[in-house]
């Protein structure tokens, strides 16, 4: 049987919803997906850190309460986050890394993805800002260490997209893409549709565990920014940068516009879109849009994303399921682990 030791950096929502889910399904897992997995450490700036290389209780670690230095209860626990030694001195397998996104510099997670790849461990990340703005640099660095940098819950939670769209569509002329791809966004339209304030739906969207730390990120498309140049880069070979893509939210949108437009059986989206060009360049953007109630996007309500592929071959296919959400993201790094589960057993 094979036991993964796997890191948790960053164990806010997400990764203690994987630490919920290992304690609940290892059993199960060792059955289907032939592994298990075992928790030898974890860090976050808020909790502080432990380290445990015969493993750590995760029923424990799940049922941890929200305090300020709550991991130096375990033996071996520290207030402090010791994030460095964690990731390279836990005997790790896999470091899972979910600590807020940094839209700016994908700072520091991008440090703690380098610090783990080149001690020769996989990395699983949720956090959109080392794909969004370093994945070449630490797809090579994976590569010259013999192991694997997976991203896949960086785009639409734990509904599969990146490896969906790059291992099935791939051959069938992929020429562009539209989508709903933030799930607090989308929760907080469809709740001003049923009468509910913008802070008011945003406080539940926080409450709910979609959100941003800082919110603005959602409601302002900087988030759906992110994942445009994650698919974008991926999936058309473009080379964005994150200012190349021009970006407005849904802020400026108040009550009486959304509930006007549904009255006229319209629906507010914001909308993160890429399209190859004639010159091949790739010009992508976010904005919201007032769709058609029969636009194949304005039927996608709640904490639910879509995005439809623009195909020579298909023409559009559509992918819809969770954009946010603690256990869906969790499932994301599940995913991961299962491909590199699968690529350690064909290699
Ligand atoms: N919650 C969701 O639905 C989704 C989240 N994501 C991404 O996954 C990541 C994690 O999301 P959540 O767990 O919801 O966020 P969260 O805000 O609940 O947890 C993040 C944790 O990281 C810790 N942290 C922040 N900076 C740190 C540092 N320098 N060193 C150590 N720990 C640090 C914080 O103390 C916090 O506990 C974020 O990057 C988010 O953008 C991606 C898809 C969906
Ligand atoms: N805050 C994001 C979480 C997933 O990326 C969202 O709401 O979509």
Request: net charge negative; with cysteine.
């Amino acid at each position: 049987m094979t036991e993964y030791k796997i890191a948790l950096v960053g164990f806010g929502g997400v990764n203690r919803a994987l630490a919920q889910l290992i304690a609940e399904r290892n059993a199960r897992w060792q059955q289907e997906l032939g592994f298990a997995l075992k928790i030898v450490g974890v860090t976050d700036l808020f909790l502080g850190s432990v380290i445990d290389r015969d493993g750590l209780d995760a029923a424990k670690l799940a049922a941890l309460p929200a305090e300020k230095g709550a991991l130096a209860q375990f033996p071996q626990g520290s207030a402090e986050a010791f994030n460095e030694a964690v990731i390279k001195q836990s005997g790790a397998d896999i470091i899972a890394e979910a600590t807020f996104t940094n839209p700016k510099d994908g700072e520091p997670a991008a440090t703690f993805c380098r610090w783990a790849l080149e001690a020769g461990k996989h990395v699983v990340t949720t956090n959109k800002g080392p794909v969004a703005l370093h994945a070449q640099a630490l797809k090579a660095l994976a590569k010259a260490n013999g192991v694997s940098f997976e991203y896949e819950g960086a785009v639409m939670s734990g509904t599969p997209v990146l490896r969906m769209a790059r291992q099935t569509l791939a051959g069938a002329g992929l020429v562009g893409f539209e989508g709903i791809l933030n799930g607090t966004s989308n929760y907080v339209l469809t709740r001003m549709e049923e009468g509910l304030g913008f802070a008011d739906a945003v406080a539940q969207a926080q409450a709910l565990g979609y959100a941003e730390a800082d919110p603005t990120a959602d409601v302002e498309g900087h988030d759906v920014r992110l994942k445009v140049v994650i698919l974008a880069n991926e999936l058309l070979g473009a080379c964005l940068q994150v200012n190349d893509v021009a970006c407005s939210g849904i802020s400026r949108l108040d009550s009486a516009a959304i509930q006007q437009a549904q009255a006229a059986g319209q629906r507010w989206k914001l909308i993160g879109s890429a399209s190859r060009e004639a010159d091949g360049s790739v010009r992508a953007s976010v904005e919201a849009r007032l769709l058609p109630g029969n636009h194949p996007l304005a039927g996608i309500s709640g904490a639910t994303n879509a995005v439809a592929f623009d195909t020579e071959l298909l023409g559009a296919v559509t992918v819809s399921g969770p954009g946010a959400g603690r256990v869906e993201t969790a499932f994301a790094l599940l995913s991961d682990i299962v491909a590199i589960h699968t690529a350690g057993r064909s290699a």
